[in-house]
């Protein structure tokens, strides 16, 4: 099973991005997903999360800005990133595991760039 990110790019400060992370099989429904995102010189961390049951979860810088969703019919799962700071510069990761194991093993995308800046 491989996970396609995609959707990064540049925006300016206040715009909106969606990224979508395509799973080759369906995997979403039988497991959780989360984005990730690690800026130079800093840790990776949770951005969102989506389980199988669609219950959600979102990082205290993101919360009222981002939103995750998932498509199972499409094996795809999407954060729609409205409202950009500058400070959400980073390179932004899905992963799809057990809900106990997001984060840390199951399958990951490749990355996506996302740059916010005038």
């Known amino acids: 099973v491989q996970l396609q990110a995609c959707g990064g790019g540049l925006v300016q400060p206040g715009g909106s991005l969606r990224l979508s992370c395509a799973a080759s099989g369906s995997i979403f429904s039988i497991n959780a997903a989360g984005w990730y995102r690690q800026a130079p010189g800093k840790q990776r961390e949770l951005v969102a999360s989506?389980?199988?049951?669609?219950?959600?979860n979102y990082a205290v810088s993101v919360k009222g800005r981002f939103t995750i969703s998932r498509d199972d019919a499409k094996n795809t799962v999407y954060l729609q990133m409205n409202s950009l700071k500058p400070e959400d510069t980073a390179v932004y990761y899905c992963n799809a595991a057990s809900f106990r194991n997001l984060g840390t093993s199951g399958y990951w995308g490749q990355g996506t760039q996302v740059t916010v800046s005038s």
């Open positions: 989506i389980t199988s049951g669609g219950s959600t």
